[in-house]
T-cell receptor, first 113, second 112 residues
Framework: GAVVSQHPSRVICKSGTSVKIECRSL??????MFWYRQFPKKSLMLMAT?????????EQGVEKDKFLINHASLTLSTLTVTSAHPEDSSFYIC?????????FGNGTRLTVT | QQQVKQSPQSLIVQKGGIPIINCAYE??????FPWYQQFPGKGPALLIA?????SEKKEGRFTISFNKSAKQFSLHIMDSQPGDSATYFC???????????FGTGTRLTVIP
């Protein structure tokens, strides 16, 4: 199946710093990528839809100035958590669509100390 | 509002058993219903998906049953193995859309 690569898999940062997470579709072009957040033992919560060459569409309640999304090419979307705080600690997962099939990255465990 | 309702929350079966996970939806615009398997610390992996024009789809030991009139679909795992122990999510997407609405997940444990 299609491969979506997410990097880094784990990151620990200090409160107030920013963290960038990359999501790449390795063997297909993805005009749309999605960013999710998952709390322990919970389902995936859609944060935003990332569209190549245009602004991301954020879900209600998600701060666009805090979670900056850039989709500069058909194979790369980035999520930057700005001025991170301990409550931003979570598992962040991206996905990309190839036709109607949607593939996920392996997630990024963010810990803010 | 939970667009896709999933049950049970957790499930324990013996090796060789057939766990069944059920999902229900309300939005008749949904036309794509995938199931994902997630191991701890990993992203969800697409297992199998179905469209509403068929009532059943089988891939290996995994079978989806779909009841369009009842707006329900379920995942059956035949001859379950301890390696199947994971969290399973059903999901749905609307016509022409690729943003998935996920169920709340079912944590499956297969006892050797």
């Amino acid at each position: 199946g299609a491969v979506v690569s997410q990097h880094p898999s784990r990151v620990i940062c200090k409160s107030g710093t920013s963290v960038k997470i990359e999501c790449r579709s390795l063997d297909f072009q993805a005009t749309t990528m999605f960013w999710y957040r998952q709390f322990p033992k919970k389902s995936l919560m859609l944060m935003a839809t990332s569209n190549e060459g245009s602004k991301a569409t954020y879900e209600q309640g998600v701060e666009k100035d805090k979670f900056l999304i850039n989709h500069a090419s058909l194979t790369l979307s980035t999520l930057t958590v700005t001025s991170a705080h301990p409550e931003d600690s979570s598992f962040y997962i991206c996905s990309a669509s190839s036709g109607r099939q949607i593939y996920f990255g392996n997630g990024t465990r963010l810990t803010v100390t | 509002q939970q667009q896709v309702k999933q049950s049970p929350q957790s499930l324990i079966v013996q090796k060789g058993g057939i766990p069944i996970i059920n999902c229900a939806y309300e939005n008749t615009a949904f036309d794509y219903f995938p199931w994902y398997q997630q191991f701890p610390g990993k992203g969800p992996a697409l297992l199998i998906a179905i469209r509403p024009d068929v009532s059943e789809k089988k891939e290996g030991r995994f079978t989806i049953s779909f009841n369009k009139s009842a707006k329900q679909f379920s995942l059956h795992i035949m001859d379950s193995q301890p390696g199947d122990s994971a969290t399973y999510f059903c999901a749905a997407a609307g016509t022409g859309a690729n943003n998935l609405f996920f169920g709340t997940g079912t944590r499956l444990t297969v006892i050797p």
